[in-house]
């Protein structure tokens, strides 16, 4: 069974609003990643928040960690059409694993 | 740089034909990933590689084996195809933090 939950499932914005996804997730982890997925094309490494970390930026990215809540937020900001895609939320192995798990997604679609 | 290579990037099969997936990692990443991703759907883990050893197995079929080789590229097998297999399959490399994707091939099983 997957480890993370998403959501909203799907989103829908204007161009210049900001998106946040929520992902939660059920186990102790090392640290969650952030990918994008443009439709039927191979997944784009986003992001990665370390468990011991509580936010980190990249550009228009923001992500945030609450191991306590085993969740963690994607904000994007100023979104562009090009944002449109799916973003999923995948946590890293944990000692004495090599297993990722993402979670369902959230498509998001950014209307100019 | 160099980025995660798969081949063939699309595939077309009868039922219950074999399939192989090949999968060639960034350099220097010691661990490979497979993963299976359905219509819509979210990726499913497979199977993954620590230095040409499997390191975990996910919901992957008896009728698919992998393995890793002395050059770290990786190939998936996958034996009596069904419909349900069609797909997308991605490979992954890490450098133990990060898994880097191939673009991943699309296999229709008719």
């Known amino acids: 069974s997957q480890q993370g939950e998403e959501d909203p499932q799907a989103l829908s914005i204007q161009e210049g609003e900001n998106a946040t996804m929520n992902c939660s997730y059920k186990?102790?982890?090392?640290?969650l990643q952030w990918y994008r997925q443009n439709s039927g094309r191979g997944l784009v490494h986003l992001i990665l928040?370390?468990?011991?970390?509580r936010e980190k930026h990249s550009g228009r990215l923001r992500v945030t960690l609450d191991t306590s809540k085993k969740s963690s937020s994607l904000l994007i900001t100023a979104s562009r059409a090009a944002d449109t895609a799916s973003y999923f939320c995948?946590?890293?192995?944990?000692?004495?694993?090599?297993?990722?798990?993402f979670g369902t997604g959230t498509r998001l679609k950014v209307l100019a | 740089a160099a980025g995660v290579i798969q081949s063939p990037r699309h595939l077309i099969k009868e039922k219950r034909e074999t399939a192989t997936l090949k999968c060639y990692p960034i350099?220097?990443?010691?661990?490979v990933y497979w993963y299976q991703q359905g219509p819509g759907q979210d990726p499913q883990f497979l199977i993954s590689f620590y230095e040409k050893m499997q390191s975990d197995k996910g919901s992957i079929p008896d009728r698919f084996s992998a393995q890793q080789f002395s050059d770290y590229h990786s190939e998936l097998n996958m034996s009596s195809l069904e419909l349900g297999d069609s797909a997308l399959y991605f490979c992954a490399s890490s450098d133990q933090e990060t898994q880097y994707f191939g673009p991943g091939t699309r296999l229709l099983v008719l």
């Open positions: 995948a946590t890293g192995p944990t000692s004495g694993t090599y297993k990722y798990i």
């Open positions: 186990t102790s982890i090392n640290n």
């Open positions: 928040i370390r468990s011991n970390e």
């Open positions: 350099p220097r990443h010691d661990t």
